[in-house]
């Protein structure tokens, strides 16, 4: 259950912040006696912003139930649509670009990588009042210290890289393959839902690297946890009392998001 806010790409970064405050509150005025915005108020009420090119704001106007907002001081310009919150949503939706600054892409400081790559601690800032993964789950771990030399195990990480149920990133110079976050050997990890995770983006020819960049970054979608906390089972307050198969659906749509705007 979500909410969509679309902006129109071409509006100045300040407009378009006023336009999704306004569309936020308007959205729930408009819509606040459907039953399913009272669902959705219920908790956690998510919304998706979103940015638009002529073409797809356009189509977006064919959807039903909605409210187009409009700038007095850009010469009643139309800036904004919001959406009434629903379960299902149209296939376009999935593929427009989430309105936010470009992702940090960056690979972790290079250093002695012989054994373990330290340094990947998650990007930007997140609670730590609150149970979270350990900062050793973020490590990269060599395959040569994983391994220890046995061929045997060779055979069957590649068996299992090859399955999607484990993955290993590069560094950005190419000098080190087959490092492996660590979080994925913890006993707690949803390995189904890694699993998915890594078949998304190799379906859409995307390097797992970029799916590292998203696990270890805080997202609000996710109550301001990582996506290393989510899969090992650590969830915000305002998730924790969801079934684990609306959680699990809810994590596979932030994926397939970000692999929408990884492709733009």
């Excluded at 189509?59 to 649509?81: C, G, M, P, T, Y």
């Excluded at 427009?96 to 990588?113: A, K, V």
């Excluded at 990582?226 to 307050?237: M, P, R, W, Y």
Aim: some cysteine; proline content about 5%.
């Amino acid at each position: 259950m979500k909410m969509y806010i679309l902006v129109r790409d071409d509006i100045p970064l300040g407009f378009a912040m006023v336009a999704v405050a306004h569309a936020s509150l308007a959205g729930y005025l408009k819509f606040q006696n459907d039953p399913q915005t009272k669902e959705w108020l219920e908790g956690p009420f998510f919304k998706v912003v979103c940015k638009a090119n002529t073409k797809e704001f356009a189509n977006a106007k064919l959807v039903a139930d909605h409210l187009v907002l409009i700038e007095a001081a850009l010469e009643q310009q139309e800036v904004a649509i919001v959406f009434k919150p629903r379960r299902e949503w149209p296939r376009m939706f999935k593929y427009l670009r989430l309105y936010r600054d470009t992702p940090n892409t960056s690979m972790p400081p290079t250093g002695n990588h012989e054994h373990v790559l330290k340094g990947t601690l998650p990007n930007s800032t997140k609670d730590t009042s609150v149970p979270c993964a350990a900062a050793g789950s973020y490590e990269l771990l060599s395959f040569e210290a994983l391994s220890q030399g046995d061929v045997e195990v060779d055979g069957e990480f590649r068996n299992r890289e090859a399955r999607g149920e484990i993955f290993s990133v590069h560094s950005r110079e190419g000098q080190i393959p087959r490092l492996y976050p660590a979080f994925q050997f913890d006993v707690s990890v949803d390995h189904r839902l890694l699993r998915d995770a890594v078949v998304r983006y190799r379906q859409a020819d995307l390097d797992v690297s970029f799916l590292w960049d998203f696990l270890r970054t805080v997202h609000q979608s996710l109550g301001g946890m990582t996506g290393v906390d989510f899969l090992l089972g650590f969830h915000a307050q305002t998730l924790a009392a969801l079934p684990k198969h609306e959680l699990r659906e809810h994590f596979r749509e932030l994926i397939d998001e970000e692999v929408a705007h990884q492709l733009w």
